[in-house]
């Protein structure tokens, strides 16, 4: 039995998900709740009528097609610092990833979902704390120096809504209007006009951290980044896809002005299919292992996204979310365990792959999620609560705690575990020290924010 989400969240994926469809507007729903960052930013997307969408860009209303490809072309191959961003669906309950297992108030609060005493590895930092065995592969990659673990990451004045916790994480401020996301701001200030793949989403639609200002970003929609056409295989296939290629080109020429657009999209589709193929689920082979069975689509989406960035193309920032549902109000017990442990061997296979493929010095990756759970359960589960987990791993992280656990003697107003650390000082740090740029470019009021020493 799986757990049953609240009305709330299920609400906020009703929404986000009319955001991502061009034209449709938004829906009557969460009267008062901000609407996702880059809703009605202008998209087109590359595809033949007949074919699945393959691309869909953002933000590029003034890029021609001749430059789209260009400006790929010119950013390929280098060695660019690159942010991954990985998001926990839901509230994960941190207390379930890191867990205190001797304190007699966390025994009280649980009764029926603690830890058992003795299960799981210490914490190496803080061995009042203990690994939940699902998650051994984060623990091993603590030890090893390559994870830093924030244990109390949030804000001030939580705010308890699936919709509003996350919009404030995606635009990197308390602020219910902002309209571009953090990381789509970064893309402004580090980025180019021509490069839709620096900012590139593995979701299908676009990630609100990467809705910019003013220069393009990117949308893919799953591991299998290719085009097809029912009831056609084989050689009729490419042949078919060549002669489109030779049409659209010879139509990009033309003086009409009608044919040259549509000439210049089958052409760019084709081009794009070209690039793509590659990259296809049947055609990687990782040099490691991912998980297979439940949630294998995501193992199959992060190694998609280490050949991407193998093959030279020009990704600074990518975002996708993680399997499971961590809205965890009942039956906990039953789905926890399955979703963490799918997501965090994935996340560490992907950084096993980058490893092997010489990427590693070059890529950091970011989980998070909108907020952690309550200390004290509910019948079966755990209701909304406040500070959560958030980790930061790569080979060149120092692999260090980030705040501190804040314990259950002292939670806050609301009985909530407090936030020992702030997710805008994490964003500062990353900013600074990873990609080089002051976070006031970025991030609003960053001066008000401290540094954890991040990358060592």
Known sequence: MGCNHCEEFSRSHLMRRAAAEAGRGLPSIEPGMPPPAGTGLNRRSFMLRSSAAILSVYGASKLSFAGFEEGIAQAAGGNDRVLVSIFLDGGVDSLSVLSPTTDPIYRSMRPTLALAEGTGTPFAEDPSLRWNPAAASFDALHRAGKMSVLPGVG??????????????????????????????????????PDNPLQGLSLDGSLSPALATGSLPVAALSGPSYDLWVKNVWGQPEELMYGAVGELGRAAARTKDAGMKTAGGAAAQAMALKAQLQPFSGEEIVPPVPYPEGEGEWFGESLSALAAMLHAGLPIRCAALSAPGGFDTHDNQAESFDTDIRVATESIAAFQADLEARGLADRVITLVWSEFGRRPEENDSGTDHGAGGSAFVLGTQVRGQMIGEFPGLAQLDADDNLRATSDFRGLYCSIIEQWFGVDAAAVIPDAGAFGRAALIG
């Open 155 to 192: 804000y001030d004045s939580p705010d308890q809504s699936h919709f509003t916790s996350r919009h404030y994480w995606e635009v990197g401020a308390l602020r219910p209007n902002e309209v571009t996301g953090w990381m789509g701001r970064l893309i402004d200030t580090i980025g180019t």
